[in-house]
């Protein structure tokens, strides 16, 4: 069983409250953020006349967070095996018992998704809201989520009902860590 996060890209309208959800939900500092909400856009100028028209000028939103990936980096180079991936769920975790706050997860992890928590020495992440998925809830930035942009699952079953598709820019290629992420691209988004 591997959960995973889905998110449709051509519906995001980049309001963060899955950002907020988060940051409220994990009592996390205003600098950290386990979920984010990034802008990807690009083009050109070309002229035309006497003036400069846009070519090919695109914008999207991307709504990150750790993609628990089924290969992660950040476990592979842990010196105390304080990350782990949890054999039942494919979640990736933190145990702050074991965590030297060395940051090697976080130089490691490809998608900035692990943080150092100054006041404490360790290392912090998402964490799937497992508290809330073990009482049969959502994570809360699936539950806030105005525009039904996120969903989450078992990653088999949402590459059944979305595609497998997880390759967006400006996100690394999957085969470096195999997320266990799956995006309904926007229609502009580089691939």
Same mark, same amino acid.
């Given at each position: 069983?591997?959960?995973?996060?889905?998110?449709?890209?051509?519906?995001?309208?980049?309001?963060?409250?899955?950002?907020?959800?988060?940051?409220?939900?994990?009592?996390?500092?205003?600098?950290?953020?386990?979920?984010?909400?990034?802008?990807?856009?690009?083009?050109?100028?070309?002229?035309?006349?006497?003036?400069?028209?846009?070519?090919?000028?695109?914008?999207?939103?991307?709504?990150?967070?750790?993609?628990?990936?089924?290969?992660?980096?950040?476990?592979?180079?842990?010196?105390?095996?304080?990350?782990?991936?949890? +054999?039942?769920?494919?979640?990736?975790?933190?145990? +702050?018992?074991?965590?030297?706050?060395?940051?090697?997860?976080?130089?490691?992890?490809?998608?900035?998704?692990?943080?150092?928590?100054?006041?404490?020495?360790?290392?912090?992440?998402?964490?799937?809201?497992?508290?809330?998925?073990?009482?049969?809830?959502?994570?809360?930035?699936?539950?806030?989520?105005?525009?039904?942009?996120?969903?989450?699952?078992?990653?088999?079953?949402?590459?059944?009902?979305?595609?497998?598709?997880?390759?967006?820019?400006?996100?690394?290629?999957?085969?470096?860590?195999?997320?266990?992420?799956?995006?309904?691209?926007?229609?502009?988004?580089?691939?």
């Amino acid at each position: 069983k591997q959960l995973a996060f889905y998110f449709d890209a051509s519906a995001c309208t980049a309001c963060r409250a899955c950002q907020a959800a988060c940051m409220d939900r994990a009592n996390l500092d205003e600098e950290v953020r386990w979920r984010k909400v990034v802008q990807y856009g690009g083009g050109s100028w070309v002229p035309h006349g006497n003036t400069m028209v846009p070519n090919h000028v695109f914008n999207y939103s991307l709504s990150l967070s750790c993609m628990h990936c089924q290969d992660p980096a950040c476990v592979a180079v842990c010196p105390t095996t304080a990350l782990y991936k949890r +054999a039942e769920d494919g979640i990736v975790l933190v145990d +702050a018992t074991k965590c030297i706050g060395c940051r090697y997860c976080e130089w490691a992890c490809p998608y900035g998704a692990v943080h150092f928590d100054a006041v404490t020495g360790v290392m912090t992440k998402c964490d799937f809201c497992n508290d809330l998925l073990a009482k049969g809830g959502k994570p809360a930035c699936v539950e806030a989520c105005v525009m039904r942009c996120l969903d989450f699952g078992e990653l088999e079953e949402l590459q059944a009902k979305h595609g497998s598709f997880n390759e967006i820019a400006p996100l690394p290629k999957s085969d470096l860590t195999q997320p266990s992420f799956v995006v309904t691209p926007h229609r502009h988004a580089e691939v």
